[in-house]
């Protein structure tokens, strides 16, 4: 157990929806970063936020959009769905935001039908 | 071209065997290499961390980093059935964002 909590563990939904993700971090860890997992894509960056506020970009797409509150748990938004959404979505905390050991949650399963 | 490219595999041996898994990279600023180990459907777990070239060695696991030839490995003696899981390599350049650039991850089967 890493010590990251992720909610919902499982997702299903319907194109054009919206739905929200979210995380809480290690005690002590004041970075939170988001990461998409498909098969043809691999592991991907989406976003960074250290103490609250955005610190690094991926690729992410527009419908998307995330943040982190005073208490430190993060929010990821996915807005539009569509089918490639369809993805395991995982948060990773670490104590410091340019922190090369980084802890992930069990992630999200998102199913888009 | 990928900023980390790594086999997919699936790599399959037997018990007690050593492993050695690879990634190349092409980013010349990465100075930041770890090793993700990710079991079915469950979250990847941080196994090695090195900084820069050389050698880290934690148990059975053994990382190497060759800055000069871009190249990663992971080796793992004496492997056992519980090792059998995707492994990912990552990197990343920034001492002021964590944002890790993950390889595909090789599959392994440990069979007994």
């Known amino acids: 157990d890493s010590g990251v909590t992720q909610t919902p563990k499982h997702l299903i939904t319907a194109t054009g929806q919206r739905v929200t993700l979210r995380c809480s971090p290690r005690?002590?860890?004041?970075?939170v970063y988001w990461y998409q997992q498909s098969l043809d894509q691999g592991l991907q960056f989406l976003i960074q936020?250290?103490?609250?506020?955005?610190?690094a970009k991926g690729n992410i797409l527009e419908r998307f959009s995330a943040q982190q509150f005073p208490d430190l748990h993060s929010e990821l938004n996915l807005s539009s769905l569509e089918l490639g959404d369809s993805a395991l979505y995982f948060c990773?905390?670490?104590?410091?935001?340019?922190?090369?050991?980084?802890?992930f949650g069990p992630g999200t399963r998102l199913l888009v039908l | 071209q990928k900023e980390v490219e790594q086999d997919p595999g699936p790599l399959s041996v037997p018990e007690g065997a050593i492993v050695s898994l690879n990634c190349t990279y092409s980013n010349s600023a990465f100075q930041y290499f770890m090793w993700y180990r990710q079991y079915s459907r469950k979250g990847p777990e941080l196994l090695m961390y090195t900084y820069s070239s050389g050698n880290k060695e934690d148990g059975r696991f053994t990382a190497q980093v060759d800055k000069s030839s871009k190249y990663i490995s992971l080796f793992i003696r004496d492997s056992q059935p519980s090792d059998s899981a995707t492994y990912l390599c990552a990197a990343h350049g920034s001492s002021n964002t964590g944002k890790l650039i993950f390889g595909q991850g090789t599959t392994l089967q440990v069979k007994p």
């Open positions: 005690s002590g860890d004041l970075s």
């Open positions: 990773a905390s670490s104590e410091r935001e340019g922190a090369e050991t980084q802890y």
């Open positions: 936020y250290y103490n609250g506020e955005e610190r």
